[in-house]
T-cell receptor, first 114, second 110 residues
Framework: DTAVSQTPKYLVTQMGNDKSIKCEQN?????MYWYKQDSKKFLKIMFS???????INETVPNRFSPKSPDKAHLNLHINSLELGDSAVYFC?????????????FGEGSWLTVV | QKEVEQNSGPLSVPEGAIASLNCTYS??????FFWYRQYSGKSPELIMF????GDKEDGRFTAQLNKASQYVSLLIRDSQPSDSATYLC??????????FGAGTRLFVKA
């Protein structure tokens, strides 16, 4: 069973479109994340939810809107896509709050905006 | 100053040698330290974590932490071509945010 699964894995879309990426974890973790990895492979946190509550909201354009219907799901909706949004988006989860935890990543969603 | 810094490499070592990967961090309050490996086109996977000063060994991997120097390293003994990947250092301070370095690319030559 895949621990953290996200769909779609590949997404090619035109500028200006709106798209969503879905994520689900079956690890029973309380905290979920969205990370963005750009072409230089730099992995940067975007959002984090703990038990459906938004706890990290980095400096991300408000075109990006996360939503967590329950603690096992965290979706990412992107409005008015721009070329610079092309990247790999990783969903992740971790087992507990506090400092000593490990992040488990999904397989990534490759977004290409043309 | 970047919060977590790594030499981007590439670091090239011959098969069987020791690969040494280094990482420095800026937040003195950081409490947990992680090394992830990422193969091209794949997601990061955890190799090791370390919380206390000193060394922690797991198979061919040894993580070293020096909080006074704000320095963490990863040693890979008997490097294999399958170890060729990007190694990400990650640091977590109090709270929920884990910050990743930009990664060091490692090539192990057969």
């Amino acid at each position: 069973d895949t621990a953290v699964s996200q769909t779609p894995k590949y997404l090619v879309t035109q500028m200006g479109n709106d798209k969503s990426i879905k994520c689900e974890q079956n690890l029973g973790h309380d905290t979920m994340y969205w990370y963005k990895q750009d072409s230089k492979k730099f992995l940067k946190i975007m959002f984090s939810y703990n038990n459906k509550e938004l706890i990290i909201n980095e400096t991300v354009p408000n075109r990006f809107s996360p939503k967590s219907p329950d603690k096992a799901h965290l979706n990412l909706h992107i409005n008015s896509l721009e070329l610079g949004d092309s990247a790999v988006y990783f969903c992740a989860s971790s087992p507990e709050t506090g400092s000593r935890n490990t992040i488990y990543f999904g397989e990534g969603s490759w977004l290409t905006v043309v | 100053q970047k919060e977590v810094e790594q030499n981007s490499g590439p670091l090239s070592v011959p098969e069987g040698a020791i690969a040494s990967l280094n990482c420095t961090y800026s937040d003195r309050g950081s409490q947990s330290f992680f090394w992830y490996r990422q193969y091209s086109g794949k997601s990061p996977e955890l190799i090791m974590f370390i919380y206390s000063n000193g060394d922690k060994e797991d198979g061919r991997f040894t993580a070293q932490l020096n909080k006074a120097s704000q320095y963490v390293s990863l040693l890979i003994r008997d490097s294999q071509p399958s170890d060729s990947a990007t190694y990400l250092c990650a640091v977590r301070a109090g709270g929920f945010k884990t910050i990743f370095g930009a990664g060091t690319r490692l090539f192990v030559k057969a």
